[in-house]
């Protein structure tokens, strides 16, 4: 019973970090499309072409939203694979554990939501941008 309740909160504690990084990720991608923070902007790089060939795929007018859609969260998966991946990797040093063990699910249960209300309401979001 033990080994299965420590295996049980090791998986809980990879699919806190793994969510946590989706989010740095899509607090990324959400500042990378918007137009006055190019900081990001490298992440859109392929995005478009993504976009073409899943609306092709669904037989969807090459510039749908659906495919946008779905080529963003393909991008924000990835690049949170990628953090959780460099996360997990140096989350053996001493001050990485520590910020991730006190400040990682603060930041992870508001950092997109702040940034969802800054990018539609205070920056203007991208329709009022044009």
């Known amino acids: 019973m033990h080994k299965k309740q420590l295996l049980r909160t090791g998986c809980l504690n990879y699919f806190h970090e793994f969510f946590f ?38 037989n969807l007018h090459p510039h749908s939203s659906f495919g ?9 998966l990835a690049l949170a694979l990628c953090l959780f991946l460099f996360l997990r990797t140096f989350s053996r040093t001493h001050l990485l554990q520590r910020f991730l063990n006190s400040l990682a699910g603060f930041l992870a249960l508001l950092a997109l939501p702040v940034t969802w209300l800054y990018v539609t309401h205070l920056a203007g979001g991208p329709d009022e941008m044009s």
Do not use: C, H, T, W
Not at 21 to 49: H, V
Not at 69 to 75: E, G, L
């Open 21 to 58: 990084a989706f989010n740095i990720a899509l607090i990324a991608k959400l500042e990378g499309n918007q137009k006055p923070n190019k900081f990001f902007s490298f992440l859109e790089s392929g995005q478009m072409n993504l976009q073409q060939r899943i609306n092709v795929f669904f």
């Open 68 to 76: 946008g859609d779905i080529a963003f969260i393909i991008y924000a």
